[in-house]
């Protein structure tokens, strides 16, 4: 038997050690703690409700909510912990520089009363999480349904979406999630996977044979399942954030539901339309890579039931949001003003009055036509 030539053999030790080397790489930066698998969790609570009625949470259960996940001590967990090129200090300078491009091209809702209720709903929510940056947010004047957060706690969500939501509580719920994105420091962790990739990838696509194929395959895979995991992430710190807040849990999922079917509806028109892209939908949809919804939705209804301590209250909405709503639409609104005489140069668009045309107009022909003929003598 004729042995494989030595560069061959190099080349799969090299692609073994490389993909070996690589998967480290992405296990060390992630949390202590994986995430959950809230399914089996919610097969074994449906087995011991099928064997008795009323069970109360045994060691087991009151092990698995004492970690990661035990919303009694968010604030002390280690969300967001690992390998991270990328210093506190340096990710609120990165998303600095970004949320100044974005402000520079962007209009903004400028009613003080509506952005001080959103920045107190945010702070509220905050206050009840594992972000260890300040919060800012801001409103954009946009009829879009985005809300999005950028490296370092600046947070922007479209006037669209507030209009959108039914209560306070959805609104809470969608915050909630994007804040869990900071928290986690999710967008850092992916940019420190990509650069130990590219480091690593670099010398074995350059090789070529077997590491090289084997390289162009599994690194995007790698950071794929990172970024999906991240978002199933997302969405249940989120619902233990707004949960913490004193907000119905499941206000989060009737948002979901009701957003996925609004985009479900307008994929088709924005895909046909060519016009350009502001820059804020371009940083909304280059931090975005969502699982399934059918999926995302099946999991937060799980760890609903199953991790949360059930409440008798809840906050669902209160009087200030569904002022704020209605100023907002409000403002979608023309307004006609009349001009009058002492009011100056105006600064718009000013409705006048038509006067009404005489009944009998000369013709052109007979503007020069003498009195005579224009009276003649009566007989």
């Known amino acids: 038997m004729k042995h494989f030539p030595s ?9 073994l050690w490389a993909t070996g080397f690589l998967f480290c790489v992405l296990r060390v930066g992630a949390s202590d703690v994986a995430v959950p698998d809230v399914s089996k969790a919610a097969e074994q ?32 967990r280690r969300i967001g912990k690992g390998v991270n090129l990328y210093s506190l200090e340096k990710e609120r300078a990165l998303g600095k520089a970004m949320a100044d491009s974005i402000n520079l091209q962007t209009t903004f809702v400028v009613d003080p009363d509506i952005n001080d209720y959103i920045n107190r709903l945010a702070q509220k929510i905050a206050r009840n999480s594992d972000a260890q940056v300040p919060i800012t947010i801001k409103v954009i004047d946009c009829l879009d349904l985005r809300i ?14 507030i209009t959108e939501v039914d209560s306070e509580a959805e609104l809470a719920g969608l ?6 994105h900071i928290a986690a420091r999710h967008a850092t962790r992916f940019a420190t996977r990509k650069y130990a990739w590219n480091m690593i990838s670099f ?12 390289t162009k395959q599994i690194g995007p895979l790698a950071l794929k399942k990172f970024s999906r995991e991240a ?3 997302a969405d249940l710190l989120g619902i233990e954030y707004q949960y913490a807040a004193g907000y119905d849990p499941q206000a989060f999922v009737d948002g979901l539901e009701k957003l996925h079917s609004i985009e479900t ?5 924005i895909a046909n339309a060519h016009s350009k892209v502001p820059l804020h939908q371009q940083m909304a949809r280059a931090f975005a890579n969502y699982p399934p919804t059918e999926e995302r939705l099946e999991k937060a209804q799980t760890e609903i039931s199953t991790l949360l ?14 002022e704020v709503k209605a100023r907002l639409i409000g403002t979608n609104r023309p307004i006609l003003r009349r001009h009058r005489p002492g009011d100056g140069v105006p600064n718009g668009p000013v409705l006048h009055r038509r006067l009404p045309e005489p009944q009998q107009q000369l013709a052109p022909h007979r503007q020069g036509a003498s009195v005579a003929e224009l009276n003649p003598p009566a007989r």
């Open 45 to 76: 609570t449906q087995h011991a409700a099928s064997s008795t009625s009323q069970t109360t949470p045994g060691p087991e259960e009151k092990t698995e909510k004492s970690g990661k996940y035990d919303v009694d001590r968010i604030g002390q």
């Open 309 to 322: 301590p059930s409440r008798n209250d809840y906050v669902v909405d209160t009087s200030e949001f569904q």
């Open 175 to 180: 915050m909630a999630r994007e804040i869990a």
């Open 148 to 161: 999005f957060a950028l490296p370092g706690g600046f947070l922007y969500v479209d006037k669209g979406l």
């Open 231 to 233: 978002e199933m992430e």
């Open 7 to 15: 560069r061959i053999r190099y080349q799969a030790r090299l692609a």
């Open 203 to 214: 010398p074995l696509i350059y090789l070529g044979g077997p590491a090289g194929l084997g």
């Open 265 to 269: 509806q307008m994929r088709a028109r």
